[in-house]
Each structure stands twice: as C-alpha cells, then as structure tokens.
C-alpha cells in the first residue's frame, strides 16, 4: 500500500471467485469506521461525512506484471 494526500495505491492477491467490488466497499466502510471511531471531529470535515469516493480503479496483473506494479506504486512515493 502506497498512500498519498487524496489517494491510495493497494496491490491485493485474491483468487479468481472473489468480487473485488466486495473487497473494495469492505475495505473502505472497515477503514472509515476505524478512523471516524478515533477521530470523530474529521466526518464533519470531509465530503459530505463520507472519508472515501465511491469511485475506484481495478486492473488486474499477472505473476509477470506483478513486478512492474510494484515498481510503479514505489515509483509514486518520490513524487
């Protein structure tokens, strides 16, 4: 995972007969409630009380991409 002030990079491995739309929205409603439960005083500071966009990006990877991924999510920390 790669963070940046208004977005994330997540490189995640799962088998074929998961639906990423579901890991998605449980990663995002999981990390919310966590933050919001520590810092209250930041829903009334966001969009609208939601922390993420509803938005994403999906692309998936081989075992042979995996390696240029990598690299390019590392890449995004010296910008």
């Known amino acids: 995972m790669e963070s940046h002030k208004d977005h994330i990079h997540l ?5 074929p007969q998961h639906y990423i739309p579901s890991i998605v929205k449980a990663f995002k409603g999981v990390s919310a409630r966590l933050l919001f439960k520590k810092h209250p005083e930041l829903k009334q500071q966001l969009w ?13 990877g081989s075992n042979n991409t995996e390696k240029q991924i990598r690299a390019y999510i590392q890449s995004q920390k010296k910008k």
């Open 48 to 60: 609208g009380g939601h922390l993420w966009n509803p938005r994403y990006f999906v692309a998936t």
């Open 11 to 15: 490189l995640i491995e799962c088998n």
